[in-house]
């Protein structure tokens, strides 16, 4: 099995060729149910839903043997309205595969689209999401949480330089001044004390205090759980924790790359943050449906080595020119053609 290669092949010939536990993490997106004809290997052309899902299923189940224990599988599927109606593929395919107890589901992040494509249906809402699964084989998988959206914090720590001495100085002032007993004053002291000490520790981003007869209510004076608060103790502090927090949530706009002649690129941002995620420098990292190359050459730039396979030649050859326009391995010629 040799890294920074893209093959030209059908993925299920060549996935059996690999040795098992040999890869550090796959990340894919297969073609969608019923979307495109991508020519040859007929996955997404399947007559129902259920084949197509047994297809990728069967895929998954060679991608499970050729990870290492502690890798990992990201799965990006999108879904399809048949006869008006969702089909829900993404998650018959998770399901499927928790079923069949193949691997993992760790988290299913999903992807905020900021630009989706308009449909042409009036009476439904646009679709602006789509999920990537993320699966592993074992719990001694590799997880490097802080490396996942890390330019939020830096800009986030840039923020908080700004910060004084005098965080949340202001509500010791509004405490006195207020009219809670004194037994009320005490514990708003020192709960604000302890959420000082909390953001200056950079554990949450900033917080909010409401006191009573001071602050308007919390969400127009309705009922809830800071109402109560404010009810029985006379203030309430709301903590935002902002960007240092990693949600299973991620926005980006749809990839649209100048002179690209695939259909359906996803977005390299969600893969490098991704590779960052789950890979150290030099781990290997797999994509089956190569298509345009996103993966190899997110791959490439954080310095992972890559393997891609994609069975359309057109494809095949121009994710190799992306890489090579990229500065990648343009001496070497990384191309293996086995159709
Ligand atoms: C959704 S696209 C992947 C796009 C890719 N993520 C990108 O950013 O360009 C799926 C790709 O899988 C390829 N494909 C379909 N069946 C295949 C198979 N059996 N083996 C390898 N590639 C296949 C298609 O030609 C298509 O390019």
């Known amino acids: 099995m040799d890294v920074n290669k893209i ?81 829900l593929a993404p998650y018959r395919f998770a399901l499927q595969v928790q079923k069949e107890n193949l691997a993992k589901l760790i988290n299913e992040l999903t992807w905020v689209k900021i630009n989706p494509t308009p449909k042409q249906d009036p009476r439904k809402l646009i679709p602006a999401t789509e999920p990537f699964f993320i699966f592993v084989k074992s719990n001694d998988y590799f997880f490097n949480k802080d490396a996942f959206l890390e330019y939020r914090d830096i800009c986030f720590n840039g923020k908080k330089k700004t910060k004084g001495n005098d965080i949340g100085k202001k509500y010791y002032d509004l405490i006195e001044q207020s009219h809670l007993s004194e037994k009320q004053k005490e514990m708003a002291r020192k709960e604000l004390g302890e959420v000082i000490l909390e953001a200056r520790q950079e554990k949450i981003e900033s917080f909010r205090m409401k006191i009573k007869g001071v602050h308007a209510l919390p969400y127009g004076g309705q009922g809830g759980g800071r109402l109560t608060q404010i009810e029985t103790k006379g203030f309430t502090i709301i903590k935002i924790y902002g960007n240092s927090m990693r949600k299973d949530v991620i926005e980006s706009t749809v990839e649209t790359i100048k002179e690209n002649i695939h259909p359906a690129v996803y977005p390299e941002f969600i893969v490098q943050e991704l590779i960052k995620l789950l890979t150290k420098q030099n ?51 990384s191309f293996e053609f086995l159709l």
């Open 7 to 87: 093959v030209c092949a059908d993925c299920r010939e060549t996935l059996a060729s690999f040795p098992p536990d040999s890869v550090d993490l796959v990340i894919t997106s297969p073609p969608y149910f019923q979307q495109r004809e991508y020519g040859g290997g007929g996955i997404g052309n399947e007559k129902t839903v259920e084949d197509y899902i047994n297809n990728i299923v069967g895929i998954f189940r060679q991608c499970v043997r050729v990870i290492k224990k502690t890798g990992s599988i990201v799965f990006n599927i999108g879904d399809k309205y048949l006869d008006g109606n969702l089909l």
């Open 283 to 333: 781990d290997i990292v797999l994509d089956p449906f190569l298509g345009s190359g996103t993966t190899a050459l997110a791959a490439k730039r954080l310095k992972r080595n890559y393997i891609g396979i994609e069975i359309h030649r057109e494809y095949a050859e121009y994710a190799e020119r992306r890489l090579y326009n990229a500065g990648q391995d343009a001496e070497n010629g």
